[in-house]
């Protein structure tokens, strides 16, 4: 299915809507959750919280989202978190130097190439503005985080482009009060700004979003030294070799093979596959793409990029930086404050892998995967446990005490489930509007519930048709949050 359709389909059923939108002057790339939007991201991030921080035995911290500029020095953003950018002389748009040289010539510009040579590339294929034809100035580096001015003092701060640097300079705190051992993973959810110059494709490319994050720090002499290896590592995922793919290979043989460099990297890896998994992805039309010298971040030393494949092509959703002790004594450098910590008795600057996942595009990709347009109907197979309607309620009348009877079901349910209630238009049309949002289960309150308590409960994936006593919804939802299947008799 097209990104236009779910595009269309989250506008029109409270899922995102554009933020300031009345507005004339409302600016691209930031969105708002609607309600069915905001529950499902509040799913997602429990589903992450489940199978991620707390199956692995991480802690979670709630970092600041302005922090102080020398974090920034040290981390190196402040001078290398650039795009290279050129501004029309005639009608003042600013374009991306090298996308547009990229797209005027086919060939790849690396991000890093000096601005002289861009100017020069410029030149040399005679490149005006696409929108207005004009002739474009000079090139020149556009850092991409939000300046925010502290105070009276109007003192430098900058909204974080990533929620990671939290964990690292509240690390040497943590390690201590926590008393922690390494390894160890530091998770944190939250938002991320970035100062995009022309943010597209709706929620693919946001300036201000959600990321959730783990930092895993470790003994880089103790890397391979890894007992819940194990517990993971006949995992089978799909790796990317440079553009040599391996299908369905286990985590285990790509450790062996040295396709990943450690034992840490492989199980993560494996954890990752396994929570997409229930999160809902194809994972058939999933890959972790190994990065190139030229792709790969500055700081790190290996890195996969955890991608789908969507209607719009393959979208990176998770990067997997193994960032060395690059973080750590960056930041022990501008600081002064010793980084370094115990394990055993020997003091080392721990190692970091990193799981940096986007949560507005993998919320996009999952119901992308799931969504499927039938000759009678819209429908979303979320799995139930991120759906943000686990039940409807719905009267099959409105007369004779039925509703009343509904309502007094919705009432027991609504404080402990997402019920909605629903007594507008022909039965069909209500399953219909579920559907189309993704909710698991109806229950349908008829005539025979006034004499013997039953009611009807609709599968959304089969439309097959139970019937249950009405003592056992709450078990029966259990059951279906679970994705147990409830439906086969
Ligand atoms: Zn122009």
Redesign the pocket.
């Known amino acids: 299915m097209g990104y236009d359709e779910i595009m269309k389909l989250f506008l029109e059923r409270g899922f995102l809507m554009p933020s300031c939108e009345i507005y004339s002057d409302a600016l691209a790339g930031f969105w708002d959750y609607g309600p069915h939007g905001n529950t499902i991201k509040n799913r997602y991030v429990d589903l992450w919280r489940r199978e991620l921080v707390r199956r692995d035995g991480m802690i979670e911290i709630d970092g600041t989202q302005v922090m102080s500029k020398k974090v920034f020095v040290a981390s190196g953003h402040l001078e290398s978190f650039v795009d290279p950018i050129v501004k ?6 600013t374009h991306r130097a090298d996308r547009l040289i990229q797209e005027a010539t086919g060939q790849l510009v690396p991000e890093r190439l000096p601005v002289e040579q861009l100017d020069q590339m410029v030149v040399e294929n005679g490149l ?7 002739l ?1 100035g000079k090139a020149r580096r556009f850092n991409l985080m939000f300046r925010v001015g502290v105070g009276a003092a109007d003192d430098d701060s900058y909204l974080r482009p990533e929620t990671c640097q939290s964990i690292f300079v509240d690390y040497p705190r943590l390690f201590k009060v926590m008393r922690l051992r390494l390894p160890i993973g530091v998770a944190q959810f939250g938002k991320s700004f970035r100062n995009e110059i022309a943010p597209r494709q709706g929620v693919m490319r946001l300036r201000e979003f959600y990321q959730a994050e783990i930092e895993v720090f470790f003994n880089p002499e103790r890397a391979n030294d890894l007992g819940k290896y194990e517990e993971v590592k006949d995992q089978k995922i799909n790796l990317d070799l440079d553009g040599n793919m391996l299908q369905g290979v286990k985590c285990s043989e790509a450790f062996e093979q040295k396709h990943v460099p450690n034992k840490i990297v492989a199980y993560y890896l494996a954890l990752l596959h396994q929570f997409y998994e229930k999160a809902g992805l194809d994972m058939k039309k999933s890959r972790f793409r190994r990065l190139g010298g030229q792709e790969k971040a500055f700081y790190a030393e290996a890195a996969f990029d955890f991608e789908v494949e969507t209607s719009i092509g393959w979208v990176e959703l998770v990067a997997c930086n193994y960032r060395t002790g690059y973080d750590l004594a960056a930041h022990s450098k501008v600081s002064g404050q010793d980084m370094a910590v115990l394990d055993g008795d020997k003091k080392v600057v721990p190692h970091v892998f990193e799981l940096s996942m986007g949560i507005d595009r993998s919320i996009y990709c999952i119901t992308e995967h799931t969504y499927a347009a039938e000759p009678e109907r819209t429908v979303i197979r979320f799995k139930p446990h991120l759906a943000p309607v686990t039940v409807g309620i719905l009267p099959l009348v409105n007369k004779d005490g039925i509703p009343e009877t509904a309502k007094g079901i919705y009432n027991a349910l609504k404080t402990r489930y997402d019920a909605f209630y629903d007594e507008s238009g022909s039965i069909g049309r209500r399953y219909r509007r579920l559907d189309e949002i993704g909710c698991p289960a109806c229950i349908t309150i008829d005539y025979q519930t006034l004499q013997d308590n039953t009611v009807t409960l609709r599968d959304r994936d089969s439309m097959k048709q139970i019937r249950i006593n009405k003592d056992q919804v709450e078990l029966t939802l259990e059951k279906i949050l679970r994705t147990e299947d409830v439906f086969k008799q």
């Not at 029309?88 to 748009?93: F, G, H, S, V």
Request: charged share 30%; glycine share 8%.
């Open positions: 029309c002389e005639k009608c003042n748009a005006r503005c696409p929108s207005c034809k004009g474009l």
